[in-house]
């Protein structure tokens, strides 16, 4: 079994493109096949180097690796179809000699006169075919006298094109509708179903999965599999990937490509066990699947053909469950960036990377995204006590019964780092035998003093992060962390200056 993925290198990888990339990986591991990739950059003007590592970047990330490719030597290469001009050019050839191909020397004006005369009288437009019949040596001489003409597949005429597709079943379409479709333009690069076919045959590709947008060039291609004397593969046509509203996924519904989802913090196995459940089921009522027990389970002939819907609130149910389950040290080089872009870490050091990893734990279970922890924790690195005071939540906490007194003794109380949960815990009971405040009425003053939020992570948890983020060593984060010791003082002070 050996299956592809053909991205075009015109852009970044579409969240629909890579669930067909996953399907073709899925069936070609759970059944010890061969997963190839390759470049279709045919597209002069529109493919770049570029786009083409952005796209093997993301298949990397996802985890989709291929066993052929234009980075790794196969036997069937090479495996960028810019590489590979003089096989189409061969073929081409070969196709004209046989009958199979012909040259057309119509031009853009006269194609676009003949389709508007169809479309009017009510025609589905197609080739007329005015160069069908030109003979070979008037053909020669338009061509020695430098005219470049494109060369057409010479449809057979009342054939009906038939083919199972896996997905979709019995499939056929009348040769009647189809027209001669162009194989080579007229400065010599092939068209997609030429290129296509030629490709998949040389490189044996016994399955093809792919958009259900390809399913009318498939007779073309199998036609074109026929005239040359290859054997055609299986198809499988997957339905379109929609958005929330039914219709197919686009900007207006977010993010769209893997490069964003990337971006967002969202961690690649999330991203993979989401992908492969829109339109298929592993069966049973488990969901969250690693990659290998999916593949395992796949097979291209139970998935769905309905529309699929991309939920975005599920794929962040997924995301959660995956960041919990992470180690906190491959978290914290994760979601190192987006702290050194808020400017709360200088630089990736070892202190500061094993410092993040101990905050993650408090963070990762109330986010979504990894881009989202920055924020959950910022009180440790963005303290203002005298900014947090101006604010009307804060201020109303100050003027609820006892708090003062809490924060007066929580300044008195705090006389040393506070590193782990019982240090906490000690000097907040000290706090409250001085106060005489309990439950909220204790810890809601504490937590603005010293968090400068009135919500957040559990204190016991925020404390010690807060001080242990205060001993880093100099030049760790942007600027150093205020101590608890310090917030409670400033804070104190603060309010004292506002009741005087």
């Not at 180097?49 to 990397?60: A, H, M, N, P, V």
């Not at 437009?125 to 597949?153: H, N, Q, S």
């Not at 404390?463 to 608890?484: E, F, Q």
Request: hydrophobic fraction near 40%; glycine fraction near 8%; proline fraction near 7%.
């Amino acid at each position: 079994m050996r299956l592809r993925f053909a991205p075009s290198p015109t852009g970044q990888l579409h969240v629909g493109n890579a669930r067909t990339a996953l399907f073709n990986w899925l069936l070609a591991h759970g059944k010890d096949g061969t997963f190839i990739l390759r470049i279709e950059d045919t597209d002069a003007e529109r493919s770049t180097r570029e786009s083409e590592t952005s796209i093997l970047e993301d298949l990397r990330w996802l985890g989709l690796d291929w066993d052929e490719g234009p980075d790794v030597e196969g036997p069937h290469g090479p495996y960028r179809q810019s590489e590979r001009l003089h096989l189409y050019a061969s073929y081409a050839n070969e196709m004209i000699g046989a009958g199979h191909a012909y040259y057309c020397f119509c031009s853009p004006q006269q194609l676009d006169a003949d389709r508007q005369a169809m479309l009017a009288s009510g025609r589905p437009p197609r080739y007329a075919g005015t160069c069908r019949d030109l003979p070979d040596g008037k053909a020669r001489a338009r061509m020695d006298a430098g005219e470049r003409p494109v060369i057409r597949f010479r449809v057979p005429a009342g054939v009906e094109v038939t083919f199972t597709d896996l997905v979709r079943g019995e499939v056929a379409f009348s040769s009647e509708v189809i027209g001669d479709p162009v194989i080579v333009r007229s400065d010599g690069r092939p068209a997609y179903n030429f290129a296509v076919v030629v490709d998949d045959a040389l490189m044996e590709i016994t399955h093809v999965i792919r958009g259900e947008d390809h399913i009318s060039n498939t007779p073309r291609q199998l036609l074109m599999y026929q005239a040359m004397g290859f054997a055609p593969p299986q198809f499988a046509h997957l339905s379109l990937v929609m958005g929330p509203d039914h219709t197919p996924l686009s900007k207006r519904h977010g993010a769209t490509s893997v490069m964003e989802f990337r971006e967002r913090g969202y961690l690649p196995e999330a991203l993979v066990n989401y992908l492969a459940l829109i339109g298929w089921s592993p069966g049973g009522d488990e969901e969250l699947l690693p990659v290998g027990e999916l593949a395992s389970r796949f097979n291209v002939e139970d998935v769905g053909h309905s529309a699929g819907i991309f939920d975005p609130e599920k794929l962040a149910w997924m995301n959660r469950h995956y960041m919990k389950a992470a180690a906190p040290a491959r978290l914290a080089g994760e979601c190192a960036r987006y702290f050194l872009k808020a400017g709360f870490v200088s630089q990736r050091t070892p202190e500061a990377m094993d410092y993040l990893a101990s905050l993650l734990p408090m963070a990762v279970g109330s986010v979504d995204r990894l881009e989202e922890i920055t924020d959950r924790v910022r009180f440790v690195f963005a303290y203002d006590g005298t900014a947090a005071l101006a604010r009307p939540e804060i201020a109303a906490v100050l003027h609820e019964p006892g708090a003062r007194d809490v924060i007066t003794a929580l300044a008195a109380e705090i006389t040393g780092p506070l590193l782990d949960r019982e240090s906490f815990r000690a000097m907040a009971n000290r706090v409250k035998d001085l106060s005489g405040q309990k439950g909220k009425a204790l810890f809601h003053p504490i937590r603005v003093a010293l968090t400068g939020e009135v919500g957040g992570p559990e204190l016991d948890l925020a404390v010690p992060a807060i001080d242990r983020g205060s001993m880093l060593p100099r030049g760790t984060t942007a600027r150093p962390v205020l101590s608890c010791r310090e917030r409670a003082a400033v804070f104190a002070r603060q309010v004292g200056r506002d009741l005087s």
